[in-house]
């Protein structure tokens, strides 16, 4: 993809996304995807653009939370022939778990996975919707990590770059498809 066309796919994908102020609380602009997920080109430009990166990371699994995350992950493992791996609420998951406490921008949340979710040594793609602090993708490379795994990765359709999550995440190769300056 040339830089006008890829500069296009991104203008195109920004208009799918909705502001809503003051959600879920006050202060706070959410960024609604729910109109670029009912877009059908949108969505196939999304987790295309989302892939084309993925791919270049050789992963054998995407991981991704409960409950946006699960939006585009399973696709996104898809494209790259790769596994999908389900980081849930606590009580969700039917089999033994590992799990981490993390710190929301807005409270504590905790993930599960199945103890047997990834093979030692696999390389995994930590995705979720939103890059914000980056409390929930680093909580997910905790994960990963204590399941012996390696994060060859984080990916995420929009990051909202004042918010620091990828200095957070500094140590990891990150990429988000749409940027936001919320400052």
């Not at 670029?36 to 993925?54: F, I, K, P, R, S």
């Not at 790769?82 to 981490?100: N, Q, S």
């Not at 620091?164 to 988000?176: E, F, I, Q, T």
């Amino acid at each position: 993809m040339s830089n006008a066309e890829e500069r296009d796919g991104v203008v195109a994908l920004k208009r799918l996304i909705r502001d809503i102020p003051d959600f879920p609380t006050a202060g706070i602009v959410f960024k609604d995807i729910t109109p670029l997920m009912a877009d059908a080109t949108g969505l196939a430009l999304a987790v295309g653009a989302l892939a084309e990166h993925a791919r270049t990371l050789d992963v054998q699994y995407v991981i991704a939370a409960e409950a946006r995350g699960f939006l585009l992950g399973p696709a996104l493992a898809l494209e790259c022939n790769a596994g999908f791996i389900l980081a849930r609420k606590p009580g969700k998951l039917p089999y033994d778990t590992v799990e981490v406490d993390y710190e929301l921008e807005y409270g504590q949340q905790s993930l599960h996975v199945h103890t047997d979710a990834l093979r030692a040594g696999a390389r995994v793609l930590v995705h979720d919707d939103l890059l914000a602090t980056g409390g929930t993708a680093l909580a997910l490379c905790e994960l990963v990590e204590r399941l012996g795994g390696q994060v060859a990765g984080c990916g995420f359709l929009v990051e909202l770059s004042s918010l620091a999550g990828r200095k957070r995440l500094a140590a990891r190769n990150v990429h988000a498809l749409l940027c936001y300056d919320t400052a």
